[in-house]
């Protein structure tokens, strides 16, 4: 501890050396910047841009700058062989105006105090975090800030303009007009190079072009805190380059930005405020870029000239197991915060940096507004639901592929289908056929309105979690705008498939009883979705495929089960018919073709089933209501639906699959 004050020193006079345009007090520091000398990393006309772009945006949705203070922030994190801590007491402050950078090796814990610091992960955080000298309110916290994830996960089937436009109308809301979020969208994708893309669609962007729209829809309601996690991750060295420096450029205007990066360049590296070194789960560093290797120096550790100090100090924590403790004791684990407010950037132009009195004064301001409006969202559920249909008919009526591969699947099937069962269906001398027809029709709806949303819904919850986190809407209000979405393409597929294979059975062409056929069949569709979306909720594509028909088979079973001897079916199996929704659905095309019906075809000398109702006897349906089955069939449908609805929610919380994992781990050890 006595060598503290040594490197305190040696940091004050570096940074008085720097602030006065002095040469560098490290000889072996290529990376100080001279203001005499600019260079082409961040030049002068860069940083006049800085103050003049989205202007608009700044005036119109008018937020308050940001100070995030953070202090003896641990973590922990539990699984099959125990607790682990993953951060140990850590410290730091991240300041508007700034860019910060995240450094450190592989399992440092960068993302993971990423997370803590967004509010992405709570459960087995301590410590404490402070928004301008406030404990920090999530619920106005996520309102102020934005977490863009690694992964650039853009929704598809829409270009540019239209996903800003939807941004716009979610986050903004009635905030401003139409002419007015034109303009802020304008404005916004002219600053971030993409106005000439505005008609290209998201899947056809390059990498940098879409990690650029992933900033581009989270600026739309001008966040004062923006965290990155990875932003460079699978760029080309010049698409990184623009985006740091886009980066550098929306920090010049007061907003906090905080990224993790895992090994920047040394051009890349000057272009950072302040850097935080993680190792270990340990602080050990923080502060100006061009002081680190200064900082190094005084722990032994001296850089080379022609070394990149990004380089050099994950080196040097890398090799010595002791190195970590010892930087991390030297700087107090994050406690002794290296300022920036005397260091110069290039050209001469400082950061836009606010007086802590006024910061305190706009922020209490801002959050009385926000309690008098006492809104979670921008917009109402209503608005939420209106423009995520609207959004999602886009997309469903642009994937053509899709469309026509489901309409070739439902004819094919119902040829197919009509064909084996060709005029059966007023046939007294195969009324069991005809049976099957219906549970032919039945197995149809059920696998294939599982298996659509099993194959593709975990694509789209990895696409909700950004939205949401992001607070753009709520949850409800994008479930019933998913649930709405699909039933026009569900029920004229279905009605199609339906008509088909309904008059090449050879039923009888009554409208009532067709009717009754068609919303028994578009019911099941409809109930198994919801298991369809229940699993995919809950499950990954892989686990998903195997669960969903697995869980379906036995289902299948229990609603077949008794089929020539209705009437002697045991109390227990009633029991448990009755928890297969797939029972109700063929009930109901059972119903719908034999009951209150008169003599069948008898084109033998003797028909045993010439009577409907003896049909309906030996499957054990006489007894059986059409409403009933149909009332049965929405109540799974409430069920299911329920269930893939609680499933999405706790899949969207960030450590709910680990501790998940966790107690399962447990459960089995104690066994």
């Known amino acids: 501890m006595s060598e503290v004050p040594l490197v305190r020193r040696a940091i004050v006079r570096a940074a008085h050396a720097h602030a006065h345009g002095s040469s560098n007090p490290d000889q072996g520091n290529p990376l100080v910047i001279d203001n005499n000398q600019p260079s082409d990393q961040w030049t002068p006309a860069a940083l006049e841009r800085a103050g003049s772009t989205l202007k608009a945006l700044n005036r119109m949705a008018k ?366 001398g195969a009324p069991i056929t005809n049976f099957k027809f219906c549970l032919s029709v039945l197995v149809f709806f059920m696998y294939t309105y599982i298996m659509i949303p099993v194959l593709l819904f975990p694509t789209e919850v990895r696409l909700l979690r950004r939205e949401y986190f992001n607070r753009w809407y709520s949850l409800k209000a994008y479930y019933a705008a998913l649930s709405f979405s699909s039933l026009p393409v569900m029920v004229i597929l279905g009605l199609l498939f339906i008509a088909i294979c309904y008059l090449m059975s050879g039923q009888l062409l009554e409208w009532d009883r067709f009717v009754l056929f068609s919303v028994s069949g578009i019911l099941t569709g409809l109930c198994s979705e919801g298991l369809g979306l229940a699993v995919g909720s809950a499950f990954s594509v892989t686990n998903g495929s195997i669960i969903g028909p697995a869980t379906a088979a036995p289902l299948l079973c229990l609603c077949c089960y008794g089929m020539g001897f209705g009437p002697h079916i045991e109390k227990t199996m009633k029991a448990l018919m009755s928890a297969s929704y797939l029972r109700y659905g063929l009930s109901g095309f059972s119903l719908a073709l034999y009951q209150h019906r008169g003599p069948m075809e008898c084109k033998e000398d003797f028909c045993l089933y010439n009577d409907p109702k003896l049909i309906l006897r030996d499957v054990g349906m006489a007894d059986d209501s059409y409403g009933m089955q149909m009332a049965g069939l929405l109540i799974f449908t409430f069920i299911h639906r329920l269930l893939a609805y609680l499933a999405l929610r706790y899949r969207l919380t960030a450590e709910f699959s680990n501790k998940f994992m966790a107690y399962i781990s447990k459960f089995l050890k104690h066994r």
């Open 63 to 428: 937020r308050p700058p940001v100070h995030i203070l953070f202090e003896d922030v641990g973590f922990t994190v539990s699984s099959h062989k125990g607790e682990r801590r993953i951060l140990h007491n850590v410290s730091g402050e991240f300041r508007s105006g700034e860019l910060t950078c995240i450094l450190g090796p592989s399992g440092a814990g960068k993302s993971t105090l990423l997370n803590i610091l967004a509010g992405y992960t709570t459960n087995g955080v301590n410590g404490r975090i402070t928004v301008n000298g406030h404990a920090r309110d999530m619920r106005l916290f996520k309102k102020l800030s934005s977490y863009i994830m690694q992964d650039d996960l853009l929704q598809p089937r829409l270009t540019v303009q239209e996903s800003m436009r939807v941004a716009a109308d979610l986050k903004l809301g009635k905030e401003l007009g139409r002419a007015e979020k034109e303009l802020i969208i304008e404005e916004i994708l002219q600053t971030l190079g993409l106005w000439d893309h505005r008609d290209t669609r998201s899947e056809r962007l390059s990498g940098g072009q879409s990690k650029r729209l992933s900033v581009a829809l989270e600026l739309v309601n001008n966040p004062p805190i923006i965290f990155l996690d990875e932003p460079t991750t699978g760029l080309d060295v010049v698409s990184i380059r623009q985006l740091v420096v886009l980066l550098r450029l929306l920090s010049r205007q007061g907003r906090t930005i905080v990224c993790t990066i895992h090994q920047p360049s040394a051009s890349l590296f000057t272009l950072f405020d302040r850097v935080y070194v993680l190792a270990r789960g340990l602080c050990c560093y923080q502060g100006a870029a061009p002081l680190l290797v200064p900082f190094l120096s005084e722990v032994g550790h001296v850089c080379p000239t022609t070394h990149n100090p990004a380089d050099f100090v994950l080196e040097t924590l890398h090799g010595d197991l002791e190195v970590p403790a010892l930087m991390s004791e030297l700087c107090q684990n994050g406690k002794l915060c290296r300022k920036l407010d005397r260091i110069t950037a290039r050209g001469g132009r400082k950061p836009v940096l606010h007086s802590d009195e006024s910061i305190q004064r706009i922020f209490v301001e801002h959050v009385a507004k926000e309690q008098m409006q006492k809104m979670e969202f921008a917009t109402t559920f209503l608005s939420q639901f209106l423009i995520l249909s609207k959004r999602m008919f886009i997309q469903t009526k642009r994937n053509s592929l899709s469309l026509w591969i489901q309409l070739l699947h439902h004819v094919v099937s119902a040829v197919f289908l009509g064909s084996i069962f060709f005029l059966v269906g007023n046939d007294a």
